[in-house]
């Protein structure tokens, strides 16, 4: 069968995604979280963080509230219903090194915790890494070192 | 105001992403990937800087958010480092997110039972 007949077949099976409803739960649970991000760096700048030294802990306490969630088996439920809007934050990240993190641990700590944590966040920052150094060099060659 | 704007524009965020990824009926990964790329690009070319100043956590909680922090943490070493930022850069501003992340990974892994 010719790859693109069979993804015609497969997209002829497949039961037809409710797209405004899951828009909107993205759109809600999404904003819930950003909601939150934004509560938790204002609450961080509030105590003497400023713009510039915020960014750091407020990412870490986001993972953190991602990884909880994630450990009480909620955020599996939030991302269900939310879907880009659970998975798309840095909570989502956190969720997608979390889960694996557990799940695999059956496999032992080396090759099923310590090689799956990177399942789905791997991908994500290799080719984060690789835009990166791709958008630097262009950089570099136009302006030098200027910020 | 500012929490308005960061549920409105995270929100926002959120939905095209939901959207791109059932009317291409492509899966979460891509999207994800996707959206990094298009984050880095984006800061790259100065346009993410003044949406996050608009948005706040609107803009810098979502993966394109973490993209544009690959592409400023590497931006902001390469006057100090020169051509060395290419390669060290991009994790100053994004390690803590990361390595938090695997910390807490591992915590849980070590705390939970694993589930069948």
Same mark, same amino acid.
């Given at each position: 069968?010719?790859?693109?007949?069979?993804?015609?077949?497969?997209?002829?099976?497949?039961?037809?995604?409710?797209?405004?409803?899951?828009?909107?739960?993205?759109?809600?649970?999404?904003?819930?979280?950003?909601?939150?991000?934004?509560?938790?760096?204002?609450?961080?700048?509030?105590?003497?963080?400023?713009?510039?030294?915020?960014?750091?802990?407020?990412?870490?306490?986001?993972?953190?509230?991602?990884?909880?969630?994630?450990?009480?088996?909620?955020?599996?439920?939030?991302?269900?219903?939310?879907?880009? *809007?659970?998975?798309?934050?840095?909570?989502?990240?956190?969720?997608?090194?979390?889960?694996?993190?557990?799940?695999?641990?059956?496999?032992?700590?080396?090759?099923?915790?310590?090689?799956?944590?990177?399942?789905?966040?791997?991908?994500?920052?290799?080719?984060?890494?690789?835009?990166?150094?791709?958008?630097?060099?262009?950089?570099?060659?136009?302006? *030098?070192?200027?910020? | 105001?500012?929490? $308005?704007?960061?549920?409105?524009?995270?929100?926002?965020?959120?939905?095209?992403?939901?959207?791109?990824?059932? $009317?291409?009926?492509?899966?979460?990964?891509?999207?994800?990937?996707?959206?990094?790329?298009?984050?880095?690009?984006?800061?790259?070319? =100065?346009?993410?800087?003044?949406?996050?100043?608009?948005?706040?956590?609107?803009?810098?909680?979502?993966?394109?958010? %973490?993209?544009?922090? $690959?592409?400023?943490?590497?931006?902001?070493?390469?006057?100090?480092? =020169?051509?060395?930022? $290419?390669?060290?850069?991009? %994790?100053?501003?994004?390690?803590? =997110?990361?390595?938090?992340?695997?910390? %807490?990974?591992?915590?849980?892994? %070590?705390?939970?039972?694993?589930?069948?």
């Amino acid at each position: 069968m010719e790859p693109k007949e069979y993804r015609q077949r497969v997209q002829r099976l497949e039961p037809q995604r409710p797209i405004a409803r899951n828009a909107l739960w993205a759109f809600v649970v999404g904003g819930i979280i950003c909601l939150v991000g934004q509560v938790v760096q204002s609450g961080l700048m509030a105590v003497g963080y400023t713009e510039e030294t915020v960014k750091a802990p407020t990412a870490i306490i986001m993972v953190f509230l991602g990884a909880l969630g994630t450990a009480l088996g909620v955020y599996d439920r939030i991302a269900k219903l939310g879907g880009m *809007g659970a998975n798309l934050p840095i909570t989502g990240f956190s969720n997608a090194v979390v889960a694996p993190a557990m799940e695999f641990k059956q496999e032992g700590a080396i090759m099923g915790t310590g090689a799956r944590i990177f399942q789905i966040a791997g991908p994500v920052i290799a080719y984060g890494l690789l835009t990166a150094f791709v958008v630097g060099i262009v950089r570099f060659a136009i302006m *030098g070192g200027k910020p | 105001m500012s929490y $308005l704007l960061a549920f409105v524009v995270g929100g926002a965020l959120c939905l095209v992403a939901q959207l791109v990824m059932d $009317l291409t009926r492509t899966t979460p990964a891509v999207i994800l990937v996707g959206s990094v790329m298009l984050g880095a690009i984006a800061g790259g070319f =100065g346009l993410y800087e003044p949406f996050a100043k608009f948005a706040g956590a609107g803009a810098t909680v979502p993966l394109p958010g %973490f993209g544009f922090s $690959l592409v400023s943490g590497l931006i902001k070493e390469l006057p100090k480092e =020169g051509w060395v930022a $290419l390669f060290s850069g991009a %994790f100053k501003a994004t390690g803590a =997110g990361i390595k938090a992340a695997l910390i %807490f990974g591992i915590l849980a892994s %070590f705390v939970t039972r694993a589930r069948a």
